[in-house]
């Protein structure tokens, strides 16, 4: 504060009055306006008024104030913690505002900033919290607008997160030492995982929340891995859930599919290990990334494991939650948008289609390398729709190989590169143009290739013809081959 802002001449201060007396005198739209401002306190109200409009006398039976329908006495105000003059009448206002200040009770006359020892603010309210907002009477309509400004900003939970606050007090006085600790301790309290699980009206799981975040500030806590899908790549693929997690995570262990946008979602905070596991450029053994994991849970941070897509496919999380499971660290696991299903999304392509395909299989193509023709060759060619996953480098081989196993060469196939963002590239042709996907070095991001009859019912407007890029190596090869 400078020395010239200008000071206060009505300093707010919040007064006791639950189970006190609080007199309102007046019957009209002044006295009820006051008595419904006064009903949100536990204050005991007694509305004084010879002839009250019907609204107020209302408002008392819904409300449970007192109503005495008498003319203004002086021995109305016994007991009164404060006093409200809304007669309308000033001289009336005025004899009860003298009468209140000569026993000494704060008295507040509507409209007679004269007559008034305090002022009442337009409240924003959410009991325990209160903000009180005062102009010392110059501007009660900019009062109102501010107001409903920071009505608008705070969640109406807040006074359900500070009540759990109160009820957490006491633990936390004796669990976590006062100061920088015990700060920290609130600050995540009412920003981290207990007010977001607030926010959203899950009263139970904030008390978890908040408990276990005790326990965490207290270093009893143990470990907990969570095995998270993180999409197919586009933020807002992100579940609810998933992004829950990361905000609560003290460490993040990403693959390198998942884009930097994606692991920037978690906590601010959080410790975050690339992990790797890009084909090509292993940052990390998988052994290493489960020995990882197992010593982050035992030294009892709260871990997501970030992969991306759905953990379970194609994510080795079997090895993971082996380790884990050995080593006894809990854990769980949180599904993710599969980059199968982001690829049909794109292409607005139907998985299943009644009547040609109910079926699908979710392979990476490298098994049909063997001598024998795996279980999924035959699905496919009884009509299954086919995801391949990390496909790219295998496509000739998977082309001739379900040719081979009869197959049709015509059979559909889509194929999307960075499924779900926004710099994904659609192909469509057939299982005869398939091979070319392996010779083309314009593709840098993930693929997934879609192969079956269901494929036809895709929308083909978007997406580039497969077999172009082969064409054109052919005529390439061909003018070649005339020059020579
Ligand atoms: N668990 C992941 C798959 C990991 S394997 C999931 O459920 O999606 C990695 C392979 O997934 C990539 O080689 C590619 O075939 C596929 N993939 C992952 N993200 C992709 C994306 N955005 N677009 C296309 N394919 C993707």
Redesign the pocket.
């Known amino acids: 504060m400078t020395k010239d802002t200008p000071r206060l001449n009505a300093f707010p201060v919040f007064m006791r009055v639950e189970g006190e007396a609080v007199v309102i005198i007046g019957g009209g739209e002044e006295a009820a306006a006051k008595a419904r401002l006064l009903g949100q306190s536990s204050a005991r109200l007694r509305i004084v008024a010879a002839a009250p409009e019907p609204d107020l006398v209302a408002w008392v039976e819904a409300n449970g104030a007192e109503l005495v329908v008498e003319a203004f006495r002086p021995d109305h105000l016994e007991g009164a913690v404060l006093v409200f003059a809304a007669t309308g009448d000033e001289a009336q206002d005025r004899a009860i505002s003298e009468e209140a200040r000569r026993r000494n009770i704060p008295v507040n006359a509507v409209d007679r900033p004269e007559l008034c020892d305090f002022f009442t603010p337009a409240l924003v309210n959410r009991a325990p919290l209160a903000i009180a907002i005062g102009t010392e009477g110059a501007g009660p309509v900019l009062a109102q607008i501010v107001r409903a400004r920071i009505d608008r900003l705070l969640s109406p939970s807040l006074g359900a997160l500070a009540r759990l606050a109160n009820s957490f007090r006491d633990s936390v006085e004796k669990v976590v030492p006062k100061g920088g600790e015990r700060r920290r301790f609130w600050n995540e309290f009412f920003s981290g995982a207990p007010a977001r699980a607030m926010e959203i009206g899950h009263i139970s799981e904030a008390r978890r929340a908040a408990t276990e975040l005790l326990a965490r500030r207290s270093g009893s806590a143990a470990g907990h891995v969570a095995l998270v899908?993180a999409?197919?790549?586009?933020e807002d693929l992100l579940t609810l859930r998933a992004q829950r997690m990361m905000m609560d995570a003290d460490v993040i262990a990403y693959?390198a599919?998942v884009p930097e946008a994606v692991v920037a979602m978690g906590r601010r905070d959080a410790e975050r290990i690339a992990v790797g596991k890009r084909?090509g450029c292993h940052s990390k053994s998988q052994d290493e990334i489960n020995d990882l994991l197992v010593s982050l849970g035992h030294a009892g941070k709260r871990v997501v494991r970030l992969?991306?897509?759905?953990?379970?496919?194609?994510?080795r999380a079997g090895e993971e939650m082996q380790a884990l499971r050995e080593a006894g660290i809990s854990y769980e696991v949180v599904p993710?948008?599969?980059?199968?299903?982001?690829?049909a999304a794109d292409f607005e392509l139907p998985l299943t289609l009644r009547g040609v395909s109910s079926s699908m299989v979710?392979t990476?193509g490298h098994d049909l390398k063997g001598g024998t023709l795996p279980d999924w060759g035959k699905l496919a060619i009884s009509g299954a729709t086919v995801a391949?996953?990390?496909?790219?480098s295998v496509a000739a081989d998977v082309a001739s190989r379900l040719i081979e196993a009869g197959l049709s060469p015509d059979t559909a196939v889509a194929v999307?590169?960075?499924?779900?963002?926004s710099g994904?590239r659609r192909f469509h042709g057939t299982l005869a143009d398939l091979p070319s996907l392996e010779t083309r070095t314009d593709l840098t991001?993930?693929?997934?290739?879609i192969i079956g009859d269901a494929v036809a019912g895709a929308n083909f407007e978007r997406s580039e013809p497969l077999a172009t890029h082969m064409q054109e190596r052919a005529r390439f090869a061909d003018v070649e081959g005339t020059a020579a």
Do not use: H, Q
């Open positions: 899908g999409g197919p790549g586009a693959d599919l084909k992969k991306s897509g759905d953990p379970l496919v194609f994510g993710g948008v599969t980059a199968a299903f982001a690829a979710f990476t391949i996953y990390m496909g790219r999307v590169e960075n499924a779900s963002l994904r991001g993930p693929v997934m290739t």
